[in-house]
């Protein structure tokens, strides 16, 4: 088998391995699956990665649940590191067996909300089932989206932003042509950057995440009321839910309708939303399709700058900002200034926002 693992930034590279996987039944309710790289059978140029055996051990237990134990045991070359994301990476956190286990209860959590048969909103109203299925397949859809867009893999080539523009550290590229019915076609955007903020990552998250400080920082929100119309828990933690944000101008007027997907658990949390036709989400809602839904993410994924019990104080969080926009009139050998000029200023006033309501203390 090969595989790319990925953390949610350009800035950290993709880990490439080519691996051979075997399973095996142990006894009555145990499992076993080890990976273990072969390079060193079968050469392969550029090593930077060796996945030495590792993998999981799943035992059954009552109440037809699971235990799985998992061990990463690797062999990486860490030269080519951004200094932000060096310590969190080197420590071997960032692509920890905690995060395989992280991932498979966010997976767990996820099919258990969408095989339920009701789910309360904000307002105590019922969303139907199948409306419900509907949008949890739409943000799953636009979280995935969202994760492939900004992650550092072999087919996602990323440029910096000239030296002459204010923000810093600012990968770039274009994505897929957007193709919507009645509009011309034009080329996706993607620009992120990361900061170091220190503030705990829970803090971060929920500023982030709610609607009550949503317009602190979202330029298109600004001086707007925000509300959150429903929501889908997604686990016991209250922040781990699918929302869809109404952002009016005036109490008649509704200017942007968010969904937005939030989560969190002690390896990282991510803030995703793409803005919505109000007639898209009323199909959704209904049990529409949501592969016929052109949607455009931007967010957040939130680390923590160290890993737990490294180094003395408390923690602060890595920031990555990802967004995306339509340009009609740029293409990939060509990207007008204009284009480049909204990038910084996006960027630029975005992590000002959030930086001010974190170190002045506005929440």
Same mark, same amino acid.
């Given at each position: 088998m090969s595989a790319e693992f990925h953390q949610c930034t350009p800035l950290i590279p993709a880990r490439q391995s080519y691996f051979a996987r075997y399973c095996k039944k142990h006894t009555n309710g145990t499992w076993g699956v080890v990976d273990v790289s072969l390079e060193n059978l079968f050469p392969y140029p550029q090593v930077q990665f060796r996945r030495r055996p590792s993998g999981c051990v799943i035992q059954e237990v009552g109440n037809r649940g699971s235990k799985v134990t998992w061990i990463e045991h690797v062999e990486v070359d860490n030269k080519s590191l951004h200094p932000l994301f060096r310590p969190i990476v080197s420590s071997?956190?960032?692509?920890?067996?905690?995060?395989?286990?992280?991932?498979?209860?966010?997976? @767990?959590?996820? =099919?258990?909300?969408?095989?339920?048969?009701?789910?309360?909103?904000?307002?105590?109203?019922? #969303?139907?089932?199948?409306?419900?299925?509907?949008?949890?397949?739409?943000? $799953?859809?636009?979280?995935?989206?969202?994760?492939?867009?900004?992650?550092? @893999?072999? $087919?996602?080539?990323?440029?910096? =932003?000239?030296?002459?523009?204010?923000?810093?550290?600012?990968?770039?590229?274009?994505?897929?042509?957007?193709?919507?019915?009645?509009?011309?076609?034009?080329?996706?955007?993607?620009?992120?950057?990361? #900061?170091?903020?220190?503030?705990?990552? $829970?803090?971060?998250?929920?500023?982030?995440?709610?609607?009550?400080t949503r317009n602190r920082w979202d330029l298109l929100s600004n001086q707007r009321h925000v509300r959150e119309l429903v929501y889908v828990s997604n686990g016991e933690n209250p922040g781990n839910r699918v929302s869809i944000m109404q952002v009016n101008s005036s109490p008649n007027k509704i200017e942007i309708l968010y969904l937005q997907e939030s989560y969190t658990d002690e390896t990282g949390s991510y803030i995703v939303y793409a803005p919505m036709d109000i007639m898209a989400m009323s &199909?959704?809602?209904?049990?529409?399709?949501? +592969?016929?839904?052109?949607? =455009?993410?931007s967010g957040f994924s939130i680390m923590p700058d160290?890993?737990?019990?490294?180094?003395?104080?408390?923690?602060?969080?890595?920031?990555? =900002?990802?967004?995306?926009?339509?340009?009609?009139?740029?293409? +990939? $050998?060509?990207?007008?200034?204009s284009t480049? &000029?909204?990038?910084?200023? #996006?960027?630029?006033?975005?992590?000002?926002?959030?930086?001010?309501?974190?170190l002045f203390g506005i929440r």
């Open positions: 071997g956190f960032a692509f920890s067996a905690k995060r395989w286990i992280a991932t498979i209860n966010r997976h @767990c959590q996820w =099919l258990t909300t969408s095989m339920a048969r009701t789910a309360p909103t904000t307002d105590g109203v019922l #969303i139907p089932q199948e409306g419900r299925g509907s949008l949890l397949k739409l943000a $799953e859809k636009m979280t995935k989206n969202f994760f492939n867009n900004i992650n550092s @893999c072999s $087919e996602n080539v990323w440029s910096g =932003l000239p030296q002459n523009f204010a923000a810093q550290d600012v990968r770039l590229r274009y994505g897929n042509i957007l193709k919507v019915p009645g509009k011309p076609s034009g080329n996706i955007v993607i620009f992120t950057t990361s #900061i170091q903020i220190p503030v705990p990552m $829970e803090v971060l998250f929920d500023f982030l995440r709610h609607e009550r &199909k959704i809602l209904n049990g529409g399709n949501p +592969k016929f839904v052109s949607i =455009l993410p160290k890993a737990p019990g490294q180094g003395d104080g408390a923690g602060g969080s890595i920031l990555t =900002l990802a967004f995306q926009s339509v340009d009609r009139l740029s293409n +990939k $050998e060509y990207m007008r200034p480049l &000029k909204i990038i910084d200023a #996006i960027l630029s006033t975005t992590v000002a926002s959030i930086k001010d309501a974190m």
